[in-house]
């Protein structure tokens, strides 16, 4: 009885912020999320998450079955716009509105299928409208894969066909007549930011799609006039979608001020100048989006030394910013996650499998210096560096204490099958560049990505990422330098054992 008072009572204040409907009834939300079987999932009112970041207090957790399937049931006096979240990041394709006595069902395909987004039960006559977005904009993988692609010979041309999916979305919505304006207003904002968004992000991976280089893409004119018809305020803001917006928004802005510069000072300046940014804004909800967003960057910023020291300043000038206490807390608890980044911090351990499923402990190398890779072979870059790697280890010996750890960041059984194949030096691409041996070093594998739980404390969002780690097990740099550049750093740190 004790438990389900603690339960009630910690459901109770989750949903005390939302819109309060003065009547008590049992609601219920279920469905399939086919792309997290077995998975723990989390039911969060949108305006407490922010895509990416740890959050703050306690919600409604259950577990999907071995197909995907979920069931949340709670009690509440409340409406709210939700969530569904797992390791920090949604995974419904629409924020859901539930209202009291509401007993929804979600049926959402797979993101690599053909697109499906059915809503059924009591209440879902006004969400209906979901459905038909869905099937217009399908958020799958062959999506992104056109998108994320040298398809759009211009900017322009990637410019009409984001704008024609857009302005189909907003007719489709019109055409639904008895929509609550609280619903209609919410998706309309969606559609603004999911535009806003894809064509922003676009600008930050063009070069890379068309010509293979990392240069951000100044486009005309024309193609960044759709801003101006963005109202950013607290309504605007309180959509998924517009959080997602935020980091494409605030890149652009600094881009726009860091044109005539170099890439080494865009590196070496631009979190510091979106900070100051960001500061010198009046308070909003917004602005308290742009401050989240710029957690963003910070793992970038952890390359350079004077990081941590911009990162206090901003701590100290947005104690009083924030326009919504909500968000102040959020922005402290992930701040604080960086801040045990700092060299000399105790380095988080964490357990990964090798390709024959035996876990390893980071902590199992304690009593070595330990240089961290970790890398994907999809990532080109990493597979450049591989030729460096190998001259690394070749020039330590076999007894000396320094560890070689790649720990490889694949998303799904599929490409978990691919690594292996690559590290055992047959793959059928890249074989040659390992020999057609075996890759030295101590190889783990993290599956979901920059997602998987495991290593989250390292804040990673890039790869190649490297980090080096003293004997004692703590940490000299989150971002320490590349396999041709770390040498000088290792040996130093072997000085030191072999003076003890």
Known sequence: MKTRLIVLI????????????????????????????????????????????????????????????????????????????????????????????????????????????????????????LEKDCLIFPKNKSFYDKIRSDYFSTELDFKRFIDSIHFERVDALTSFKDIPDLLRNHHLNTLNAERAQLLLEHLERRNY??????????????????LDSINFDNDFSKTTASKLLTNSYLNYLARQAFKSKTDKEWWEESLSWKLKFVSA?????????????????????LMRDDFFIDLETFDNAFKDKFFNSQNKNLFKVNITSYKNLAPGKPATDFALPDSSGNMHRLSDFKGNVVYIDFWGTWCYPCIQEIPDALV??????????????????????????????????????????????????????????FRNEAISAYKLNSAPTHVLIDQNGNIVKARAKRSNEIREDIDELLKTIKKK
């Open 10 to 129: 910690a459901l109770m204040s989750l949903f005390g912020a939302c819109k309060n409907e003065k009547k008590e009834a049992q609601t219920i939300l279920n469905g399939i999320l086919p792309d997290l079987k077995n998975e723990t999932i989390t039911l969060v009112p949108v305006q407490d998450y922010f895509p990416g970041l740890t959050m703050v207090g306690t919600y409604p957790t259950v577990k999907t079955d071995s197909l995907g399937k979920y069931l949340f049931r709670f009690t509440t006096t409340n409406s709210c716009f939700y969530q569904i979240i797992n390791n920090n990041y949604h995974q419904l394709r629409a924020d859901i509105y539930l209202e009291p006595g509401d007993s929804l069902f979600v049926d959402q395909s797979s993101w690599r299928d053909k697109p499906k987004f059915l809503i059924d039960g009591k209440g879902s006559d006004k969400l209906k409208h």
């Open 209 to 226: 799609y068309i010509k293979q280089k990392p240069d951000y893409y100044y486009p005309d004119e024309s193609y960044v006039g759709f």
């Open 281 to 301: 804004q009046p308070k909003s909800l917004w602005t308290d989006l742009l401050a989240l967003s710029t957690i963003r960057d910070y793992s970038f910023g």
């Open 392 to 449: 690394l280890q070749q020039r330590y010996a076999k007894d000396e204490p320094v560890t070689f750890l790649y720990v490889a960041l694949e998303y799904d059984s599929t490409d978990i099958a691919g690594w292996k194949e690559f590290i055992s030096g047959n793959d059928s691409r890249f074989g040659k560049l390992l020999h057609h041996k075996p890759f030295p070093g101590v190889h783990l594998v993290a599956e979901k990505q």
